[in-house]
T-cell receptor
Framework: EPEVTQTPSHQVTQMGQEVILRCVPI?????FYWYRQILGQKVEFLVSFYNNEISEKSEIFDDQFSVERPDGSNFTLKIRSTKLEDSAMYFC????????????FGSGTRLTVV | AQSVAQPEDQVNVAEGNPLTVKCTYS??????LFWYVQYPNRGLQFLLK??????LVKGSYGFEAEFNKSQTSFHLKKPSALVSDSALYFC?????????????FGGGTRLMVKP
């Protein structure tokens, strides 16, 4: 069964450093998403991406965050200058289209900011 | 704006007994509704979804959910719980008029199934 792949599974970084979280969506999917889950809390939407541009973003997704699809397979989330409160599990997801067919989540990257 | 409520932080049930995990939602149009399960240190695993059609939706691992428009609910059910069902369960909703396909999640309900 097709999977969304995220790397690394766990990343530790120092406060103020830049991090890039990587995702490989399912190959025929057109919509890509990032969500985050602070430990013990709900899953929160960050951003959706379609046709090489952001289609929607939440209040959490401020100027410190950016997304990119640098090639035909990868989808990345960059945090420019990490803060302690950025520590969370970050999930990538993809779907075929507007009908949400195959809306699939990756297994997540646990980001720890120290 | 769309929202989801899972009124119970935790549900305890004995193995073999039926289980229900509650979910209510608020959305402007006809909702798309989802249930996901999360095992410790794992990602979100899709269980089932309601888009349209039959109000009773059957999903993975024997789970089902019933869409009730008048009560704006989408409770998750299983006739006979297993210890291996113990996990964190999330209900999610999408407003079909939302351009970005954003899912809004509830706060999650921890299901504990005791032998």
């Amino acid at each position: 069964e097709p999977e969304v792949t995220q790397t690394p599974s766990h990343q530790v970084t120092q406060m103020g450093q830049e991090v890039i979280l990587r995702c490989v969506p399912i190959s025929n999917h057109l919509y890509f998403y990032w969500y985050r889950q602070i430990l013990g809390q709900k899953v929160e939407f960050l951003v959706s991406f379609y046709n090489n541009e952001i289609s929607e973003k939440s209040e959490i997704f401020d100027d410190q965050f950016s997304v990119e699809r640098p090639d035909g397979s990868n989808f990345t989330l960059k945090i420019r200058s990490t803060k302690l409160e950025d520590s969370a599990m970050y999930f990538c997801a993809s779907s075929e289209g507007r009908s949400l067919l195959g809306y699939t989540f990756g297994s997540g990257t646990r980001l720890t900011v120290v | 704006a769309q929202s989801v409520a899972q009124p119970e932080d935790q549900v305890n049930v004995a193995e073999g007994n039926p289980l229900t995990v509650k979910c209510t939602y608020s959305v402007s149009g006809n909702p798309y509704l989802f249930w996901y399960v999360q095992y410790p240190n794992r990602g979100l695993q899709f269980l089932l979804k309601y888009i349209t059609g039959d109000n009773l939706v059957k999903g993975s691992y024997g789970f089902e959910a019933e869409f009730n428009k008048s009560q704006t609910s989408f409770h998750l059910k299983k006739p006979s719980a297993l210890v291996s069902d113990s996990a964190l369960y999330f209900c999610a909703v999408r407003d079909p008029f939302d351009a970005g396909n954003m899912l809004t999640f509830g706060g999650g309900t921890r299901l504990m199934v005791k032998p």
